[in-house]
């Protein structure tokens, strides 16, 4: 697949809360390939301690206007940086990076996001949409201010959200939600989100036996394979989450659920 390394103009830096905000970018050039769970490593201006590039999901594609946008919480220097970031810098950014999700399905689909991991759901969410999958979204977090986009998810599924203080729709893990009472209605679950939370979900996707892709954060450097700091065990020994991920199908991971 196609990869670029090139200086991106921010066409807009949009807040959305104290701590998210989603940076869209205009590249001078037509947009190679971009799938659905990629990611890019974003070189991050004038940090004094971020020189090792960033890895953020693709939120959002527009292949016709050459436009990309990340979805970010400001965690640190890098991410921080990034938020103050006005129309007309540059950013230099590398993609796309990584698999994608597997969009090869019928049925019913659920959308699992925990926190941040709405980023690359929304991108997702637009290209099932598109194949007319019929889509269920859930998204969880610790409080209201921590839930993002729901107006705009709710233009490719039904939406539903859990909080753990109760502040907006059900209270309490997003695991517990009433949408997966009927979990067998749905052909394949994609997650996205904290370890613990992709944990829980993979335990209930297994035990009702469906289909079930998650994506990896974990931390990463080089993002191509080569410095080996963000592999994960796997049914077929270590692999690379930023070559062979971020998303893996729960059969290939070892992970004790
Ligand atoms: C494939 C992939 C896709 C990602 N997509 C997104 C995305 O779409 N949006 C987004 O906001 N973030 C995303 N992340 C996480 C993001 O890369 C980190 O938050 C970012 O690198 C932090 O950089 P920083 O310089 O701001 O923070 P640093 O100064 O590097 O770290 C500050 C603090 O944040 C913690 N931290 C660093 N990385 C992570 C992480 N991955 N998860 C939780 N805590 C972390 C550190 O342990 C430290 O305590 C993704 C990560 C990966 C691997
Ligand atoms: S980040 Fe270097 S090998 Fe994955």
Known sequence: MKKIIQDFEVRENKSL???????????????????????????????????LRRPFSIHDVDFKNHTISFFIKCVGEGS????????????NVMLPLGNTFGLDLTGKALLVGGGCGVAPLFFLAKCLHEKNIALDILFGACRKEDISLVSEMEKFGNVHVTTEDGSMGEKGLVTAH???????????????????????VAALAKKNSVDCEVSLENTMACGLGACLCCVTETVEGNKCVCTDGPVFNINSLKWQI
């Open 17 to 51: 809360s104290n701590v998210h905000f989603i940076l869209e970018l205009r590249s001078p050039s037509e947009l190679p390939d971009i799938f659905p769970g990629q990611f890019a490593e974003v070189l991050v201006p004038g940090a004094t301690h971020t020189f």
């Open 80 to 91: 921080t940086k990034l938020r103050t970031l006005q129309k007309g810098d540059m950013l």
């Open 178 to 200: 009433t949408v997966l009472k009927d979990i067998s209605s749905y052909s394949k679950i994609f997650c996205c989100g904290p370890e613990p939370m992709m944990k829980a």
